[in-house]
């Protein structure tokens, strides 16, 4: 794909659909307010007990639409073995450095899988390295011409201002949550789209909830999230820095 030019916001995530089911409504809410996003998934999907990679590669293509991200791609990591390499540091310094976000999402650094708690730890010392002036990624961009042939350069170094961890399946308070209460049931729909993953069938019966069930517990765990800002319904985050304020008076949510 393309790419967009820099975005505000890039998702990193281990696989096709943990954005949607993590973040999605906050990327919803990002673009609502003139701002781009993107989204790099570091897997394909092809150990999945369901589906193949091809259809979730379509599935995510859908999502990706009704998200409004102006980029989406995955790298080649194998599923299942998302790893904290050098090699899979450099791949995802190459997309920071392309990209150039602000913000970047990654996942919380705990969890059941673990390509997901890997994710955070590889993610962040990406964003770390992308920062050094003398790393090469072995992903030249094409500069001006030199005595007939193209001079090639490194691309130009880059580090996002801000790292936020999408939170959550994670049993930890958040820093803060982003209310998603106007875009819910698009949320809902970029979810769906997954149809080889979450619609009812008998291979991973036994692992995967039913269809009629995955409205009424994402809705839920949204609420949930919502009333502790007193809002509908939220996505929650961590952010590791102490927040700053610069007005007491403007600071949102009522204390009582």
Sequence with gaps: MADPGPVDILAIAAHRDDVEQTCGGTLLRTCSLGMTTAILDLTRGESGTRGTAEERAAEASEAAAIL??????????????VENTWENRLKIVAVLRRLRPRVVILPYGSGRHPDHYNTATLGYEACFLSGLAKLDTGNPQTGSEENGAKRVSPYVPYRPFKIVYASLYADVRPSFVVDITPFIEDRHRALMAYRSQYANQQQGSGLFVPE???????????????????????????????GLVDDLTLIPVQSM
């Design 212 to 242: 009629e069930e995955i409205r009424e517990r994402t809705f839920s765990v949204a609420r949930h999230y919502g009333l502790l800002a007193g809002v509908r319904y939220a996505e929650p985050f961590v952010q590791k820095e102490i």
């Design 68 to 81: 409004s991200v102006t980029w989406r791609d995955a790298l080649d990591i194998p599923d299942g073995r």
